[in-house]
């Protein structure tokens, strides 16, 4: 981690609140996706005994490749998963830097994902659940998403990861050239 981004990290105050050991891996990993070119979104698997299972970062652009199921939260499902296949998901929260999108908004759901604690608002992006078709509420209504109960030091900087490490724009303007299939490495 370069040195002006680990400083984040190093002034952060001392936890003060349960949630607060997650939200600083969950920028940790967003830190480390802006890091390497990503969105700077990160995302840890808590169990019930309040210990990490998995942890994940965008990697959207990973190699000079677009891979559109790259968000954080697909990568640490595939991580649960492909890994912990016998875990038993109604004892899970996810934490996440970035409010979910609609995509991943529904593997949550289809994941059996009971609790997701997001750290900042993805006022552009994020999916609040509203307007679901009945199939998707009934799974909805299973599921608790909320802003995490974090040091605001930890929200303002999961926004810094997605808005101010990184320029969104040009973000989104890399997506545009990968869909025309004009990414340039």
Known sequence: M???????????????????????LCCEQAILAVEHGCYGVGAVLVNQA??????????VFVDD?????????????????AEHPQQDRSVLTLYVS????????????????????YLAVDK??????????????ELAAHTSIHQARVDSYWINLAEQAIS?????????????????GTLQP
């Not at 593997?107 to 604690?117: F, T």
């Not at 552009?124 to 509420?137: D, I, N, Q, R, S």
């Open 2 to 24: 370069n040195e002006q981004h680990a400083a984040l990290l190093h002034h952060a105050p001392h936890s003060q609140k349960p949630a607060d050991t997650w939200a600083r």
């Open 50 to 59: 309040h210990e990490l299972l998995c942890s994940a970062r965008n990697q």
């Open 65 to 81: 490749h677009y891979n559109s199921s790259g968000h954080a939260e697909m990568q640490l499902l595939d991580t649960l998963e």
């Open 98 to 117: 970035l409010q979910p999108c609609l995509m991943c908004y529904g593997r949550i759901l289809l994941a059996g994902i009971p609790r997701v604690r």
């Open 124 to 137: 552009p992006g994020g999916f609040t659940g509203k307007g679901l078709p009945p199939a998707w509420a």
């Open 164 to 180: 101010t490490l990184q320029d969104r724009q040009v973000m989104r303007q890399r997506v545009l050239s990968a869909w025309r």
